[in-house]
């Protein structure tokens, strides 16, 4: 059965009409590229599928999902990056919505396909003295908007007061199971064991956290959760929805036993802050995406 595609000036559109694996279903569609051509090209970073950034040869393709190849020349183009886009920038900060897959800053493993490594190049290239600050972070799996600074002055103004500068930082998460209660507040202490797994305990030597949720749709299997955060801690949303008896889907570390979107089912929706120099109170949104409206219908 033939995949349909459809392409642009920048990138290509695959709909997949099987299950097969990412690797052999780029060969097939890009039949006349070799296969060290397209191994390079999932290397870099170059294909999505669904509202996913993969780079996984053997990642398993279900019927209907849209796999997009990002043309090799719009890949390299000085403001192409690569699992982000650019939602605000001024002198002082950069505003992205980052996809999932994406880390925000590197690890030991990782150091080059990063959020922050492709704009500290980007903006190396307007002035090679310039630099990128983290302010804060999302968890590699966790995708939308997400800030940085263009200078220590401005990071240090960010952090220092996180919690007067931030208006609203609103997230959407797909849980597993039907959430009974339709609002709530979950209030406890975060500790971290050895293996780096945050946990909730009555400890006050331990980060209080505060995470305020409502269902904004739910069927017997997933509920579609709208998250605000009171206070910034670590994997404050993954460990409160497992207190909550409704892990995050796709989210084995804190419990989830399912993983239908095949990523993390969290995602940061919105973030309001005042600007670190003019004051202003500026707001950014990052659309949910329809593959977790489409689970919690």
């Known amino acids: 059965m033939k995949n349909k ?37 999932l ?10 950034l993969e780079t996984k040869h053997n990642y398993p393709l279900k019927p209907g999902q849209t796999v997009i190849v990002l043309k090799n020349k719009a890949a390299i183009k000085q403001d192409q990056l690569i699992g982000m886009s650019i939602l605000y920038e001024d002198n002082d900060i950069i505003v992205i919505n980052k996809e999932a897959g994406l880390l925000s800053i590197a690890t030991k493993k990782e150091k080059q396909q990063t959020a922050h490594n492709q704009l500290m190049e980007y903006v190396r290239k307007q002035d090679p003295q310039n630099r990128i600050f983290v302010v804060h972070r999302l968890d590699k799996e966790t ?29 959407v998460a797909l849980v597993e199971g039907k959430v009974e209660k339709q609002a709530g507040t979950i209030s406890s202490w975060l500790r971290e064991t050895k293996t780096h797994l945050m946990y909730s305990s009555n400890d006050k030597n ?16 997933f509920s579609l959760l709208e998250v605000q955060l009171e206070t910034g801690r670590k994997n404050q949303i993954r460990v409160h929805m497992k207190d ?13 036993t399912s ?14 802050f005042h600007h670190p120099e003019t004051n202003q109170l500026l707001l950014f949104k990052a659309d949910v995406p329809k593959s977790f409206l489409v689970k919690a219908k």
């Open 143 to 171: 995708s939308g908007v997400m800030m940085f600074a263009k200078s220590e002055k401005i990071k240090r103004k960010m952090q220092d007061d996180w919690k007067h500068v931030v208006k609203e930082r609103t997230y």
């Open 43 to 52: 290397t870099r970073g170059q294909i999505t599928v669904d509202d996913h």
């Open 5 to 41: 595609h459809k392409t642009n000036n920048n990138s290509l559109h695959f709909t997949v009409k099987e299950a097969t694996e990412l690797l052999p279903f780029l060969l097939e569609v890009m039949p006349n590229r070799s296969r060290n051509s397209v191994k390079s090209i």
């Open 244 to 256: 909550l008896g409704h892990p995050i889907v796709g989210d084995k570390k804190y419990g989830a």
């Open 206 to 221: 331990g980060q209080h956290a505060v995470t305020h949720y409502k269902v904004t749709q739910s069927n017997n299997e």
């Open 259 to 272: 993983n239908p979107l095949r990523r993390l089912g969290l995602h940061a929706k919105i973030l309001s």
